[in-house]
């Protein structure tokens, strides 16, 4: 990124992209304020100055406005202005010219619980303030416990007030946003570095690949950079290193442990909106479409299996193809769907690796892109099971591997196995 020297002549708009409340704003001078500084607050607070005439948009200033408002430098709102950047409170945007203009998109705080949620903010707060005076803050915030073990919850539901409609269209609406801070991506780098043991982490530890990895895992997790620090201690070799194997397993033990054994949400998860067919067609591969893009992978397997659990094995593989290859949830339904029906009910992980490997590099992304590659290679793959066939191993194709899928031309047994997919969600 090019040096960006920040003139007093520089004009800037404020652009408000949060509601921000009254609480925010004392919220801002308790919590942040030790952090960033009352120069920085002060600069949040003009900015909002700024907006008094429209909520939305401020009208053109130049930066020496600022610097008379604030009898500051210019270099100490640029740092004032960064310290805002960096714990989520504006965004700034930049564009060349004579004067060169900025635009401050400003954000409201997190919330209280967002915040000591945190262990960035709050391991800093604390370290600023120190125990005494952090623990007075703190306390400001809790909430009184009251028991209502003796309560009745006699709330309505939605669908009891509410009905439905198709007539209403929604208008776009501001709404409150806040940012976490954006600490180089998910995983704040220059901490993580400084938390690791002193010279045993080589400088050539954390290259591109390593960084990639390890912001992939703290996403698919939802690690932050200190649970983060915790578990590469562990996988740090004596050549100062990252064993990234073990780091996998790691990241997933600490999850599982953390979590009641559980794998991370990315298995439970369904289609993405955006990648799901418009709803209307009726036809049984129609059905059977939807039924790939409403089901999350794990769901699926269970119910390939009659309802049992899925092994550890199998889920590890799910893990796989939807963490390491990133392929879409009703893609890997497919693909399972697909491997069972022609590998005798068996997932077999060099057979599903090599297919889900040619549907990434083919950026197959909806189940019926899936479906349709599936279609045209199919004797390709077909021939690899077969090589390596065992005698009692059966070679079935999927109902929707039909170029026409009618009712009446489905047996009883093919019709049986569409009707038992699909009862979930009749």
Not at 188 to 206: A, C, N, Q, R, W
Not at 209 to 223: G, P, R, S, V
Not at 254 to 282: A, C, F, V
Not at 359 to 384: F, I, Q, S
């Amino acid at each position: 990124m090019k040096l960006i020297t920040l003139l007093p002549a520089d004009t800037y708009t404020v652009i408000n992209k949060s509601i921000i409340t009254e609480d925010d704003q004392k919220n801002i001078i308790s919590l942040y304020e030790p952090i960033i500084g009352p120069i920085a607050v002060c600069l949040y607070f003009n900015f909002l100055r700024d907006l008094r005439l429209n909520e939305f948009i401020s009208k053109d200033y130049t930066h020496h406005h600022l610097m008379r408002i604030m009898n500051s430098s210019i270099d100490t709102i640029k740092t004032a202005r960064e310290a805002l950047e960096g714990v989520g409170l504006i965004k700034t945007y930049y564009k060349e010219g004579e004067p060169n203009s900025y635009c401050y998109e400003i954000y409201s705080p997190l919330s209280p619980k967002e915040f000591f949620a945190s262990p960035v903010f709050n391991i800093t707060l604390y370290n600023n303030l120190g125990k005494n005076e952090y623990e007075l803050i703190k306390a400001e915030y809790e909430l009184p416990k009251i028991d209502l073990h003796e309560y009745e919850d006699i709330s309505k539901e939605l669908n009891t007030i509410f009905k439905s409609s198709t007539t209403y269209e929604p208008i776009d609406a501001q709404e409150r946003k806040s940012q976490n801070p954006k600490l180089n991506g998910i995983i704040d780098f220059d901490l993580l570095i400084s938390s690791m043991p002193k010279g045993i982490l080589k400088s050539t530890s954390l290259t591109k690949k390593t960084k990639e990895l390890i912001e992939q895992l703290a996403y698919i997790y939802d690690l932050d950079t200190l649970k983060m620090v915790e578990i590469l201690r562990t996988v740090l070799t004596d050549k100062g290193t990252f064993d990234k194997v073990e780091l996998r397993k790691s990241t997933r033990k600490y999850y599982q442990y953390n979590n009641s054994g559980k794998l991370p949400t990315i298995i439970y998860r369904t289609q993405p909106e955006y990648l799901k067919t418009p709803e209307g067609d009726k036809s049984q591969l129609a059905q059977i479409i939807y039924m790939f893009e409403n089901t999350s992978p794990s769901d699926f397997l269970k119910i390939k299996y009659k309802g049992a659990k899925p092994t550890a094995r199998d889920l590890r593989l799910l893990e796989t193809l939807l963490v390491d290859l990133e392929l879409q949830p009703a893609v890997v339904n497919v693909l399972i769907d697909y491997v069972l029906k022609k590998n005798n009910n068996k997932l077999n992980q060099s057979f599903v690796e090599t297919i889900a490997g040619q549907w990434k590099r083919c950026n197959v992304e909806t189940a019926k892109e899936a479906m349709a590659l599936a279609k045209k290679e199919n004797g390709k793959y077909t021939k690899k099971v077969t090589s390596k066939k065992t005698a009692n191993t059966k070679n079935e194709e999927p109902i929707w591997l039909n170029q026409e899928i009618k009712k009446e031309e489905l047996t009883a047994e093919e019709q049986q196995e569409i009707d038992e997919l699909l009862s979930k969600y009749r």
